[in-house]
């Protein structure tokens, strides 16, 4: 009973995201296919330790001030935030461009970093966001290391789905392109999650040369595909390099 009423739990917290916010009751239950008796009874729990709490306007549930404690807690205790923070602000600074740090989870690239640019304006920094594999830089540059076995099986059970024009949605392709970032080792989106940007990704390895995470600089198609690309390539790999030695690997990669 302790182990279902954790796993419930975990899906409620589950159903919040940056665009869903809040959730009354009727719709965790309708979500979960939970009787809303048994939903009130886990949101209260919640609410007490602080990882929910009620909006009185709107009467629902949003994320509590614990979850955002703890989320704060984790991006400054993971290894590679400490080993890249500096490398990444340095390489944001001198090429004026974003620079993000992303490590694998499940199915998925997970932020755990942003660098900005001294010439953009504050912007919170957006621990938490979630980027596909097969059409980010730094989703690319993360399938592309793993085993090929493992990169079979997610090919075989993802849905390619199309964000933009430009979005590889034939598998074939897609093991392509993986095959071109290891070769060159880095990455590249081109449009292919969002329109009017782009992004260049490569690795980062860990002690023991296992993966560790991936970085990318993301920018407007112009300024990072055009007469500067090589340049940036470079940073990108110099950095990722940098930050890789700083995890305790220290053979070229």
């Not at 004026?96 to 953009?120: C, F, H, K, M």
């Amino acid at each position: 009973m302790i182990i279902q009423s954790i796993d419930r739990a975990s899906q409620i917290l589950g159903l919040f995201s940056l665009n869903r916010s809040m959730i009354g009751v009727t719709e965790i239950a309708r979500s979960l296919n939970l009787n809303k008796s048994t939903v009130q009874g886990l949101v209260r729990a919640l609410v007490y330790i602080g990882f929910l709490q009620k909006n009185q306007d709107t009467r629902k549930y949003q994320l509590g001030p614990r979850i955002y404690e703890l989320g704060t807690i984790l991006a400054g205790s993971l290894e590679i935030n400490q080993k890249a923070s500096q490398p990444a602000d340095r390489l944001a600074k001198k090429i004026e461009l974003l620079v993000r740090i992303a490590i694998l989870d499940g199915d998925s690239a997970l932020i755990t970093l942003d660098a900005y640019p001294r010439s953009q304006p504050f912007i919170f920094r957006q621990f938490g966001l979630r980027a596909p594999l097969y059409c980010t830089a730094v989703g690319k540059a993360l399938l592309a290391y793993l085993d090929r076995e493992t990169v079979n099986d997610y090919v075989k059970r993802t849905e390619l789905f199309a964000y933009t024009p430009t979005t590889l949605t034939n598998k074939e392709d897609l093991m392509k392109e993986l095959e071109l970032t290891r070769e060159r080792g880095y990455s590249v989106n081109r449009e292919e999650h969002f329109l009017s940007r782009v992004a260049i990704g490569a690795p980062i390895f860990g002690r023991e040369g296992r993966l560790a995470g991936s970085m990318c600089i993301s920018g407007p198609p112009a300024r990072i595909l055009g007469d500067d690309h090589e340049k940036l390539v470079q940073e990108v790999k110099d950095t990722s390099l940098e930050i890789t030695r700083h995890m305790g690997h220290f053979s070229e990669v």
